[in-house]
């Protein structure tokens, strides 16, 4: 594990910033947990000026010896049965040059302590069934598989294209 990771949450309307959030994404879109399809050019252009006006949108980028190694997305939702509000990943990457590392969790432990700050009951997020080595990185971090009961079993992650 290096000693040298910084995490540094994003400025969306920072040029500078704005360009590694692109690069750490787009890297993502390309790898095969990422769909393997690069980001579309319209997307690039536009991306963090939405991400500027979403209200719940927040980022951080982790720097190894200060090269931008992993990037997290997330967005702050409710719980209703908490009657608090949640923060959910919506991503979380890390380039290959710098896994097992420890950014992902650097990345993870900022979102904590930012949710906590922000009275959050609780962190959200979706990974592929497929990907054994993030599943482990966020069972180490303390994330669980939800369920309410055994009888009820484990939440299933659902989508429709729009």
Same mark, same amino acid.
């Given at each position: 594990?290096?000693?040298?990771?910084?995490?540094?949450?994003?400025?969306?309307?920072? &040029?500078?910033?704005? +360009?590694?959030?692109?690069?750490?994404?787009?890297?993502? $879109?390309? #790898? =095969?947990?990422?769909?393997? %399809?690069?980001?579309?050019?319209?997307?690039?252009?536009?991306?963090?000026?939405?991400?500027?006006?979403?209200?719940?949108?927040?980022?951080?980028?982790?720097?190894?010896?200060?090269?931008?190694?992993?990037?997290?997305?997330?967005?702050?939702?409710? &719980?209703?049965?908490? +009657?608090?509000?949640?923060?959910?990943?919506?991503?979380? $990457?890390? #380039? =290959?040059?710098?896994?097992? %590392?420890?950014?992902?969790?650097?990345?993870?432990?900022?979102?904590?302590?930012?949710?906590?700050?922000?009275?959050?009951?609780?962190?959200?997020?979706?990974?592929?069934?497929?990907?054994?080595?993030?599943?482990?990185?966020?069972?180490?971090?303390?994330?669980?598989?939800? +369920?309410?009961?055994?009888?009820?079993?484990?939440?299933?992650?659902?989508?429709?294209?729009?």
């Amino acid at each position: 594990m290096s000693n040298n990771i910084v995490v540094k949450k994003v400025n969306y309307q920072d &040029s500078e910033d704005a +360009a590694m959030l692109i690069g750490l994404l787009d890297m993502y $879109a390309r #790898d =095969p947990m990422g769909g393997a %399809q690069a980001l579309d050019e319209q997307v690039k252009a536009r991306l963090c000026s939405d991400l500027a006006q979403h209200p719940g949108a927040v980022s951080w980028i982790a720097f190894v010896d200060n090269n931008p190694a992993g990037l997290l997305n997330a967005f702050k939702g409710y &719980s209703t049965f908490k +009657a608090r509000p949640l923060m959910n990943v919506h991503d979380i $990457a890390v #380039d =290959p040059a710098f896994r097992g %590392q420890g950014v992902g969790q650097m990345l993870l432990d900022a979102l904590e302590k930012y949710a906590q700050h922000a009275g959050c009951c609780k962190l959200t997020l979706e990974v592929l069934s497929g990907n054994q080595v993030a599943q482990r990185s966020y069972q180490h971090f303390g994330f669980e598989q939800y +369920a309410l009961s055994a009888e009820t079993g484990q939440a299933l992650f659902m989508q429709k294209w729009l």
